[in-house]
């Protein structure tokens, strides 16, 4: 019955070793979107996907990436994970770029030993 | 000043109780309104979706927009302790050829028995 899925639910790695958190989602949606959350905080937009078109915001570090192979699929990838990057990464999708509400997943919480 | 301020709690109602969570802005730009409620280690969920100044009424629910004084509210009615949980306030609006989300800092409630 979910509609946007996330895995893994949690996920922990090491001080610079890079990770790859995933998002699928049965709502055929032409967008997805990454936030990352953390503790107490709102979910911050790191970027988001119309179609194939990828859209960064101004200050998304470097060091996370995406990619969306298809439809349904949608990557965060994490390229040397900082202490500071232990949150809560959280997908979203919108059937398209108006002003659509958009539908979570349940995040993957990530630690980062 | 951010955006969207929120108070963030936590707020702790006894079970039956109205429950008013607020939320100001500042971004005059700011078309779409939505609360979100957000269980512990699960992602957010569409509670309300407006777009008009005025209420909007969906069982126990009710949201208030108030555009002239930047001012949305969320009441509860008969709170219930399956209520408990954070509440995101979110706003949007069109920027760079895209829907952006603005989420409040969200309010920790908790219905006590």
């Known amino acids: 019955d979910a509609m946007v899925i996330q895995n893994p639910r949690y996920q922990v790695t090491q001080f610079g070793k890079p990770v790859t958190l995933s998002c699928s989602q049965t709502?055929?949606?032409?967008?997805m979107y990454w936030y990352q959350q953390k503790s107490s905080q709102a979910p911050k937009l790191l970027f988001h996907?119309?179609?194939?078109?990828?859209?960064n915001e101004a200050d998304t570090p470097d060091n996370f990436q995406s990619r969306r192979p298809n439809t349904s699929f949608c990557f965060l990838d994490i390229r040397s994970p900082g202490l500071g990057d232990a949150a809560m990464y959280l997908c979203a999708t919108s059937r398209d770029q108006s002003n659509q509400p958009q539908h979570f997943g349940d995040g993957t919480r990530l630690s980062i030993l | 000043q951010k955006e969207v301020e929120q108070d963030p709690g936590p707020l702790s109602v006894p079970e039956g109780a109205i429950v008013s969570l607020n939320c100001t802005y500042s971004?005059?730009?700011?078309?779409?309104f939505m609360w979100y409620r957000q269980y512990s280690r699960k992602g957010p969920e569409l509670l309300m979706y407006t777009y008009s100044s005025g209420n909007k009424e969906d069982g126990r629910f009710t949201a208030q927009v108030d555009k002239s004084s930047k001012y949305i509210s969320l009441f509860i009615r008969d709170s219930q302790p399956s209520d408990s949980a954070t509440y995101l306030c979110a706003m949007s609006a069109w920027a760079q050829g895209a829907q952006k989300l603005v989420f409040g800092q969200g309010t920790r409630l908790t219905i006590n028995p």
């Open positions: 971004n005059s730009a700011f078309q779409y």
């Open positions: 709502l055929n949606h032409n967008v």
């Open positions: 996907y119309y179609d194939k078109d990828f859209n």
